[in-house]
Every structure is written in structure tokens, then in C-alpha cells.
């Protein structure tokens, strides 16, 4: 296991994912393994600081590119998950900082466009 890959997502409290990940046959993470993780996720998460979460929720199909693991591709395992990221951002007291986006992923993208470019202009 490597944990340093394991320590690089966007935000370290989707370390619970690890957990249910667990759950899953082949995967081999040991309960060990997944404390080291938590751990490390959980001080990162004390010691940084978001100014904006934008949090996607799961609609349409998930679509095999062939590239990812599609286990999880189901709309009820999906928004399974997006309640455990959900209660963990609340968790770890992140809430006040997200914006779940739920338009196609075009308006997605320039509604995320839109806010840095305000941050650009204005700062924070």
C-alpha cells in the first residue's frame, strides 16, 4: 500500500472512502492501513484551509471510459457515497465552505469560471 497516494485527493476527508473501499473484495486494505490513513488525513485537514468546496452531486449515467474502477458506478451506490463525503465535510467542520453544483457539467464549469474569476479580480 502506498500511502503517500493515498494522501494526495482534493480533500483528505474522503479518506472515509478508504473505509468502504475496504469493504470491497481485491482492494486489501487492512484495518491498519486505513487508520495510518485517517490519521494523516485528519491532520491535514486541521491544518489547511479551503476557501471554496465545490461538490458535485451524482446524476446521469457513469460512463466506462475504461480508465476507472466501476464498482461504484450505480446511481444508488453513488449517492450512497456522496452521503458519507457529505457527513464528513460536516465532520470536519468544512461545510460553511460548500457549494454543491447540480446543473450539467457545462454550467458546472463556468459557474466554478465564474467564481475564480471573481477571486482573481477582487481576492478573497
Not at 454550467?107 to 477571486?119: G, K, M, P, R, T
Request: glycine share 6%; aromatic share 16%; net charge negative.
Amino acid at each position: 500500500l502506498n500511502i503517500k497516494n493515498l494522501t494526495n485527493e482534493t480533500i483528505p476527508t474522503v479518506r472515509v472512502f478508504y473505509k468502504y473501499y475496504m469493504q470491497e473484495e481485491g482492494f486489501n486494505l487492512t484495518e491498519e492501513e486505513y487508520q495510518a490513513v485517517a490519521a494523516m488525513a485528519d491532520n491535514l485537514t486541521a491544518k489547511c484551509r479551503w476557501d471554496k468546496i465545490f461538490l458535485l452531486r451524482p446524476h446521469g449515467e457513469f460512463v466506462d471510459d475504461h480508465s476507472r474502477w466501476m464498482g461504484h458506478s450505480g446511481m444508488e451506490e453513488r449517492e450512497e457515497m456522496f452521503q458519507i463525503l457529505y457527513e464528513e465535510i460536516l465532520r470536519a467542520g468544512l461545510w460553511d465552505r460548500v457549494e454543491v453544483l447540480d446543473y450539467g457539467y457545462y454550467e458546472n464549469f463556468l459557474h466554478v469560471v465564474d467564481y475564480v474569476n471573481e477571486v482573481i479580480k477582487y481576492g478573497r
